[in-house]
């Protein structure tokens, strides 16, 4: 298995709340991303990576911003949560821009009460 | 907008059967790749099918791509228990290389 981790794997939070997620990979690849997951849905992106301190918007990317200071780590951060961005959020990673091979960490599951 | 829909949203099937799913898309793409989800965790990629590329074999798997009609089918031949899963259809389009867009899946379900 790809060297994913992401932490927290479970948060419960209030509306309002700053939560962070973090992305670490060991695999030295370039290019990160995170998804979200929502009940009967598939993943839809919310922001990328194309290296260190290069990130760019997603296809849902209102009211989340992303950092990558370092090669293996990526952070997503809500800087207040609301009710809509409960959802399993996914950390992914490839080598290369286009092979599309993605390798998927185990999933953060955020519920905002 | 979902670029890829998959179809049938669910599938259950006995041991031993072929499931087949198929996944249609909007805009021209560089490939589309195939994942699994298990329950609870996340997606592993399963194969990957080039633009130019018509159909690729991976062990039980099966992947055709027809451009001209913009879908692809994932068959899976005798299946397992084990092959109960959700299957989802990605694709990276021309215009937006390296950012993946997923359908809503499959969902399939083998009976022993």
């Known amino acids: 298995d790809a060297g994913i981790t992401q932490s927290p794997r479970h948060k419960v939070t209030e509306t309002g709340t700053p939560v962070t997620l973090r992305c670490h990979q060991t695999e030295n690849h370039r290019y990160m991303y995170w998804y979200r997951q929502d009940p009967g849905h598939g993943l839809r992106l919310i922001h990328y990576?194309?290296?260190?301190?290069?990130?760019d918007k997603g296809e849902v990317s209102d009211g989340y911003s992303v950092s990558r200071s370092k090669t293996e780590d990526f952070l997503l951060t809500l800087e207040s949560a609301t009710s809509s961005q409960t959802s399993v959020y996914f950390c992914?990673?490839?080598?290369?821009?286009?092979?599309?091979?993605?390798?998927f960490g185990e999933g953060s599951r955020l519920t905002v009460l | 907008s979902q670029q890829g829909e998959e179809d049938p949203q669910a599938l259950s099937i006995q041991e031993g059967e072929n499931a087949t799913m198929n996944c249609s898309y909007k805009?021209?793409?560089?490939?589309l790749q195939w994942y699994r989800q298990n329950s609870g965790r996340g997606l592993v990629h399963l194969i990957l099918?080039?633009?130019?590329?018509r159909e690729k074999h991976s062990g039980r798997l099966r992947v055709t791509l027809d451009t001209s009609k913009k879908s692809s089918s994932l068959l899976i031949t005798a299946s397992r228990a084990a092959d109960t899963a959700s299957y989802f259809c990605a694709t990276d389009a021309n215009t937006n290389a390296g950012k993946s867009t997923f359908g809503d899946g499959t969902t399939l379900t083998v009976k022993p």
């Open positions: 805009t021209s793409i560089n490939n």
């Open positions: 099918i080039r633009s130019n590329e």
């Open positions: 990576s194309y290296g260190v301190k290069d990130t």
């Open positions: 992914a990673i490839s080598a290369e821009i286009n092979t599309g091979e993605l390798f």
